[in-house]
């Protein structure tokens, strides 16, 4: 097996990057984020699926009430620090991979 070069080293930072949320779109699945390195705000990426968001609602007065589930999408928050994924050849599409 080859090791990494310096161009190998370069391309994996070129399509890597970390950034914080600066706006999201729940209905297209989409969010911008500000790229820590370069200061520059994305175009939309996508949102790629994550673990679901899940919440325990009580419904009623007491503990031993009904209780209501909401399974939701994870879908990060505007200042949420997060990965991203960006496809080779500098055109700025991409991913969010997740939050850190």
């Known amino acids: 097996?080859?090791?990494?070069?310096?161009?190998?080293?370069?391309?994996?930072?070129?399509?890597?990057?970390?950034?914080?949320?600066?706006s999201v779109n729940t209905s297209k699945m989409t969010a911008r984020v500000k790229i820590q390195d370069t200061g520059t705000v994305t175009g939309d990426l996508r949102i790629l699926q994550n673990k679901p968001t899940v919440t325990l609602e009580l419904l009623g007065g007491t503990c031993e009430g009904e209780y209501k589930i909401k399974?939701?999408?994870?879908?990060p928050k505007v200042?949420?620090?997060?990965?991203?994924?960006?496809?080779?050849g500098g055109d700025g599409d991409g991913f969010i991979l997740g939050g850190i």
């Open 1 to 22: 097996m080859s090791k990494f070069d310096d161009t190998d080293i370069q391309e994996l930072k070129d399509i890597t990057s970390i950034g914080i949320v600066s």
């Open 79 to 88: 200042g949420q620090w997060v990965a991203c994924l960006f496809k080779p």
């Open 71 to 75: 399974v939701s999408p994870w879908i």
